[in-house]
């Protein structure tokens, strides 16, 4: 089970953003983010806990490994709210429930 | 560029069928693993099912085993999925997607590194 937190995050642009995603158990670094904006298809952020997906730009870093681990928006652009999903994949794929992030 | 292009989706009666096809452009679709992942309304995204480039490998979640079918041609670059029994939970929007693994060679790397926009299926009477 893959639990992410906060459902809801507001920040300003320009802020960082921290989100969480915590699974039960561990998934060593099996652990990839994607960013989902309405009407658009998921855009693949982060593999492998901490690589970046190709063109995902710099503000955009992933940390942690085994059961807790986090994406961090250094400073946040209008185009970066969105809806994101942690997934692991270190066994068949589940997905976290998502972390709505809103302009404050 | 990478273009996954879904298209089938409709209103389905309980009960019923529906076959999915996702059409793919922009990259050497033989070469990779495919799978579909759906969101239901206010849910988050659910992992359906995955298959290895070759067609020789076929992984179901276990919620769906039983009920669901993928398929692809590699011929005309094009992924399918079959739902059988279609229930009122089925209702969501269905993706297909890229996935960088090697299911042939033992390589479950299994994230989605492209998407296509999704096509809706609804279920109801």
């Known amino acids: 089970l893959m639990t992410q937190s906060p459902a809801t995050l507001s920040v300003s642009p320009g802020e960082r953003a921290t989100l969480s995603c915590r699974a039960s158990?561990?998934?060593?670094?099996?652990l990839a983010w994607y960013q989902q904006k309405p009407g658009q298809a998921p855009r693949l952020l982060i593999y492998g806990a901490s690589t970046r997906a190709s063109d995902v730009p710099v503000r955009f870093s992933g940390s942690g490994s085994g059961t807790e681990f986090t994406l961090t928006i250094s400073s946040l652009q209008s185009e970066d709210f969105a809806v994101y999903y942690c997934q692991q994949y270190n066994n068949w794929p589940t997905f976290g429930q998502g972390t709505r992030l809103e302009i404050k | 560029e990478v273009h996954l292009v879904e298209s089938g989706g409709a209103l389905g009666q309980p009960g019923g069928s529906l076959r999915l096809s996702c059409a793919a452009s922009?990259?050497?679709?033989?070469?990779?693993?495919m799978g579909w992942v759906r969101r239901a309304p206010g849910k988050g995204l659910e992992w359906l099912a995955v298959m290895s480039r070759s067609g020789g490998n076929t992984y179901y979640a276990d919620s769906m085993r039983g009920r669901i079918t993928v398929s692809r041609d590699n011929s005309k670059s094009t992924l399918f999925l079959e739902v059988n029994g279609l229930r009122a939970e089925d209702t969501a929007i269905y993706h297909c997607?890229?996935?960088?693994?090697?299911?042939?060679?033992?390589?479950?790397?299994?994230?989605?590194?492209?998407w296509g926009q999704g096509t809706s299926v609804t279920v109801s009477s």
């Open positions: 158990q561990s998934v060593t670094s099996n």
């Open positions: 922009g990259f050497a679709f033989s070469n990779y693993d």
């Open positions: 997607a890229r996935l960088p693994s090697s299911l042939d060679y033992g390589d479950y790397s299994l994230y989605f590194d492209d």
